[in-house]
């Protein structure tokens, strides 16, 4: 399994920024897909995740409303649009993959992570 994530950067507060992860090695159409997050000092946080055919998602309460996780089986890709940027959104975002929904977010298979950081 390989997760390639991209898009993070500096932005300011209000801001908006694209996240992007590309998979490969297992079945993406067969699998949940997840973004979480870790800031500095602070544990993994689940974000958001979508069902294998784009029919549900679910958001963390702190970013409902300002970002939209999607994805493109044709070409093994998810995404996380995210706008209205806060401080608080300052972490190292993952992309993830579970074959079941509801799973606890540190036995997740992450990539590396983009970094997104929200100046005030």
């Known amino acids: 399994v390989e997760l390639v994530e991209s898009g993070g950067g500096s932005v300011q507060a209000g801001g908006s920024l694209r996240l992007s992860c590309v998979g490969s090695?297992?079945?993406?159409?067969?699998?949940?897909m997840h973004w979480v997050r870790q800031a500095p000092g602070k544990e993994l946080e689940w974000v958001a995740s979508?069902?294998?055919?784009?029919?549900?998602?679910a958001y963390a309460d702190s970013v409902k409303g300002r970002f939209t996780i999607s994805r493109d089986n044709t070409k093994n890709m998810l995404y996380l649009q995210m706008t209205s940027l806060k401080s608080d959104d300052t972490a190292l975002y993952y992309c993830?993959?579970?074959?079941?929904?509801?799973?606890?977010?540190?036995?997740?298979?992450r990539g590396q992570g983009t970094q997104v950081t929200v100046s005030s």
């Open positions: 993830a993959t579970t074959r079941l929904p509801d799973v606890p977010v540190d036995t997740m298979t």
């Open positions: 090695g297992f079945f993406f159409t067969r699998n949940w």
């Open positions: 979508i069902g294998r055919d784009d029919d549900k998602t």
